[in-house]
């Protein structure tokens, strides 16, 4: 089955720069999509289509894609930001549309 | 605005069954199509099933394929999950996601129900 690489953490201080990536062979023929998880409460959609921000998801989140690695980069984290974050894409043939990544737990400092 | 409430979890013993119920509000339920992701205790996510905004279309995970069913009424606005022969693993926070029209991710998510299978 198709897999989605995360790295398990990221750290960052308040006010820098956070960037998450996920790995996967096919992200170079299939969007990817970001979601916030903060805990005891339900996964919230961040960035769709590698790149588009739903309304109301802050400016300071966006995303970005190069070959088979996805980025979500949050710009001047704040510590409301502090939450797991999973990518989620498809197969190259669809097969398998809807895995998810590992999950990357991002921790303000 | 949207709301997904789901219903139904709790505790049942190995081999038992549960029926999960979303309650959907605040959009034309009939128009989109609809998932069950679930995420085990302390772990990520896991899609589990999706059915077509008629019904008409189903998957499942392979883990769960064979066990679960998943429907939908329209007419009621509410999305199902029929689960059969459960297992430990199948212990998890039960999600209800709405599919974001023509694409693959979930836009809008319930705040789930736990399912623990343990004797």
């Known amino acids: 089955s198709y897999e989605l690489t995360q790295p398990p953490s990221v750290s960052v201080s308040p006010g820098q720069t956070a960037r998450i990536t996920c790995s996967g062979d096919?992200?170079?023929?299939?969007?990817a999509y970001w979601y916030q998880q903060k805990p005891g409460q339900a996964p919230v959609l961040v960035i769709y289509k590698d790149s588009e921000r739903p309304s109301g998801i802050p400016e300071r989140f966006s995303g970005s894609s190069s070959g088979t690695t996805v980025t979500l980069t949050i710009s001047g984290v704040q510590a409301e930001d502090e939450a797991d974050y999973y990518c989620q894409s498809a197969d190259s043939s669809g097969t398998y549309p809807w895995v998810f990544g590992g999950g990357t737990k991002l921790t303000v400092l | 605005e949207v709301q997904l409430v789901e219903s139904g979890g709790g505790l049942v013993q190995p081999g038992g069954s549960l029926r999960l119920s979303c309650a959907a509000s605040g959009f034309t339920f009939s128009s989109y199509e609809m998932n069950w992701v679930r995420q085990a205790p302390g772990k990520g996510l896991e899609w589990v099933s999706y059915?077509?905004?008629?019904?008409?279309?189903?998957y499942y995970a392979d883990s769960v394929k064979g066990r679960f069913t998943i429907s939908r009424d329209n007419a009621k606005n509410s999305l199902y999950l029929q689960m059969n022969s459960l297992r430990a693993e199948d212990t998890a926070v039960y999600y209800c996601a709405r599919s974001n029209h023509g694409d693959y991710d979930f836009d809008y998510w319930g705040q789930g129900t736990l399912v623990t299978v343990s004797s």
């Open positions: 096919a992200l170079p023929k299939q969007y």
């Open positions: 059915i077509s905004s008629s019904g008409s279309t189903i």
